[in-house]
């Protein structure tokens, strides 16, 4: 196993940044199923009105089109909300990293959260952030700016110990 002391890390989180990793996380796991949708709907759509047909048919794949459209920007504009409440709820932007041997809690004045080193199933690696994901579409971000480039690389090292995917 690899060895992480016992140590503390205030992180410091921006408006700019979660944008960025909801931006992501989105073009991942929506905008595959968008663009199924929108050549799937939006093709023969287009290809029934050049070609002059007004049937319900039109009406119909329109309506659907609108629809994976609609729900699919709707889905990152909630995620992007409940990310900028939990950043309003921090002082100043900021929670303290602890780093133990049970694995990684993020202490704010509003609560305490202990994610243990096996309690996730995927990390995705940024230039800027993690995103530690706990199931598909539940993560905690942990912001680099404030990590050392040894502590990221300990860290990594430990979660891949633990047996999580690290892309």
């Known amino acids: 196993m690899t060895a992480v002391d016992d140590m503390e890390v205030e992180l410091t989180y921006t408006d700019a940044l979660l944008r960025r990793v909801v931006r ?3 073009l991942r796991e929506v905008g595959p ?3 199924i949708g929108l050549i799937g709907l939006g093709g023969p759509t287009v290809d029934l ?7 319900w048919l039109v009406g119909v794949f329109s309506a659907f089109l609108f629809a994976v459209v609609y729900h699919s920007l709707r889905l990152r504009a909630l995620h992007l909300r409940h990310a900028r409440q939990a950043l309003q709820r921090l002082p100043d932007g900021r929670m303290l990293l602890r780093v133990s041997e049970q694995g990684l809690t993020f202490d704010a004045p509003a609560h305490t959260v202990l994610l243990r080193w096996n309690a996730l199933s995927e990390i995705r690696t940024n230039p800027d952030h993690w995103m530690l994901f706990r199931a598909r579409n539940d993560f905690s971000i942990v912001p680099l700016g404030s990590l050392s480039n040894e502590l990221q690389r300990r ?3 430990r979660f891949r110990d633990a047996g999580v995917q690290v892309r």
């Not at 009105?49 to 049937?55: E, F, K, N, P, Q």
């Open 155 to 157: 860290l990594l090292g």
């Open 49 to 55: 009105a050049v070609h002059g047909d007004r049937s």
């Open 24 to 26: 992501r996380w989105w």
């Open 33 to 35: 199923f968008l663009a």
